[in-house]
Nanobody, 115 residues
Framework: QVQLVESGGGLVQAGGSLRLSCVASGSAFSSYDVGWYRQAPGKQREFFARITTSGTTLYDRSVKGRFTISRDNAKNTVYLQMNSLKPEDTAVYYC?????????WGQGTQVTVSS
């Protein structure tokens, strides 16, 4: 199991920016792709961004052009830079490794975007 701790959330006005961090325990972190997910009130958790072990990135259309995922394997950390935030981005944000065996979820970090 890889333990993950998300941080960096907060309250921001529409159009603002936040940078989330996802810090992982364990030396194998660099061998996994990592995804960012979010769960809005009353909705299911949804995937929206992924970074591969080689640094290739993939985004859902809802965030493409506004969010940037990156990783620093030396720090066992994946980042999510979020710009041009919208009220519909309000959610609890989670990261997780993408692996054949399910990995436990962290507590997430709350992002609230006011209009």
């Amino acid at each position: 199991q890889v333990q993950l701790v998300e941080s960096g959330g907060g309250l921001v006005q529409a159009g603002g920016s936040l940078r989330l961090s996802c810090v992982a325990s364990g030396s194998a972190f660099s061998s996994y792709d990592v995804g960012w997910y979010r769960q809005a009130p009353g909705k299911q958790r949804e995937f929206f961004a992924r970074i591969t072990t080689s640094g290739t990135t993939l985004y859902d259309r809802s965030v493409k052009g506004r969010f940037t995922i990156s990783r620093d394997n030396a720090k066992n950390t994946v980042y999510l830079q979020m710009n041009s935030l919208k009220p519909e981005d309000t959610a609890v944000y989670y990261c997780n490794i993408i692996a054949a065996t399910p990995n436990a979820w962290g507590q997430g970090t709350q992002v609230t975007v006011s209009s």
